[in-house]
C-alpha cells in the first residue's frame, strides 16, 4: 500500500498485537474472549517546528525577553496538539511511504486543508503556551501518518474497542474491560503453585495468622469484646477457608 506521505514505521505487526491483547486479557483472568476486528487505522498528523517570543513591558514599550523553540504535532482529524507525538517522530530515513498489502488499513482524510492548519496550529500554540498568536512563526510544517490498530472484542457478552498504537505497543481502553472474579478453585491452584518456593507455606501461614491477631485484638479493646470476635472470626467462611488452606499446604510441604 503506497501512501503519499511519510507513515511511523510499524514496530509491532498483526501477530504481535494479537499477542498482546491476549496477554492484557489473560491478566484481567479472561481465558474466553472474542477478537472480532482488528484493522490499521492512519491518522493523519501535521507536525510543525514552533518559534514563540515572550515580551514584556520596558521604558514604557513591549520588548522582547525571551523565545523559545520547541516542536508540536496538530491531530488533522481533532485538532488536537500533540508533543508527545512530534517529540518521538523518527528521523526521515525511518519514516515510510509504502505498507505491506496484507495490513487492513484505512487512511483518515484531513478536517483541514494545510493553510487551515497552519492558522489553527498558531491558535492552539499560543494558548499552550499562553503567549500571543502574533509572537507565534511556524516552520517545517509537515503531513505524517500514525499507525494505529484499533481492535473489537468481545469479552462476556459485552462489546469494547482497544487501541494499540503500532508504533509503541502501547494499549488504550483496557481500563474498559472489567476484571473476571476468579473462583475458588482457581485461587487455590494459583496459590498452590505460588507456594512451591520454599518457605513461601510459611510465610503465607504466618500472614493468615497475623490478619486472625488483628481481628481478635486491638488496643484499648475489653476481654469480653475479644471474646465477641473470637466468636466472629470462627463464624467466618473465609476463615475456615483459610485454615483449610494451610492444612493442605502443610500436606503438599510434608509429601513434597
Do not use: C
Request: net charge neutral; aromatic share 10%.
Amino acid at each position: 500500500m503506497f501512501l503519499g506521505n511519510p507513515v511511523f514505521p510499524v514496530s509491532f505487526e498483526l501477530e504481535q498485537v494479537t499477542k498482546l491483547i491476549e496477554e492484557t486479557l489473560r491478566k484481567k483472568s479472561w481465558q474466553e474472549f472474542e477478537v472480532a476486528t482488528l484493522q490499521l487505522i492512519l491518522t493523519p498528523f501535521y507536525v510543525f517546528y514552533y518559534d514563540a517570543a515572550f515580551e514584556e513591558e520596558k521604558g514604557g514599550k513591549q520588548v522582547v525577553k525571551k523565545t523559545k523553540r520547541g516542536r508540536l504535532a496538530l491531530n488533522a482529524v481533532t485538532g488536537e496538539l500533540s508533543k508527545e507525538l512530534a517529540e518521538s517522530m523518527p528521523n526521515e530515513k525511518e519514516l515510510v511511504k509504502e505498507l505491506p498489502d496484507q495490513y487492513p488499513a484505512e487512511v483518515k482524510g484531513s478536517e483541514f486543508s494545510q493553510e487551515e492548519a497552519k492558522k489553527v496550529a498558531v491558535i492552539k500554540t499560543a494558548e499552550q503556551l499562553e503567549t500571543t498568536k502574533d509572537s507565534i512563526i511556524l516552520s517545517g510544517f509537515k503531513t505524517v501518518y500514525y499507525p494505529m490498530w484499533i481492535a473489537s472484542i468481545t469479552v462476556a457478552g459485552k462489546n469494547h474497542q482497544l487501541e494499540i498504537s503500532a508504533v509503541t505497543g502501547q494499549i488504550f481502553g483496557e481500563e474498559t474491560v472489567p476484571e473476571r472474579p476468579k473462583g475458588f478453585l482457581e485461587i487455590t491452584r494459583e496459590t498452590l503453585h505460588e507456594l512451591r518456593e520454599p518457605g513461601a507455606w510459611l510465610r503465607y501461614s504466618r500472614e493468615i495468622v497475623k490478619t486472625g491477631t488483628v481481628k481478635l485484638g486491638g488496643r484499648g479493646k475489653t476481654q469480653k469484646k475479644a471474646w465477641v470476635s473470637l466468636f466472629n472470626l470462627f463464624k467466618n467462611p473465609s476463615f475456615w477457608l483459610s485454615v483449610g488452606l494451610v492444612i493442605i499446604l502443610i500436606i503438599v510441604w510434608v509429601y513434597s
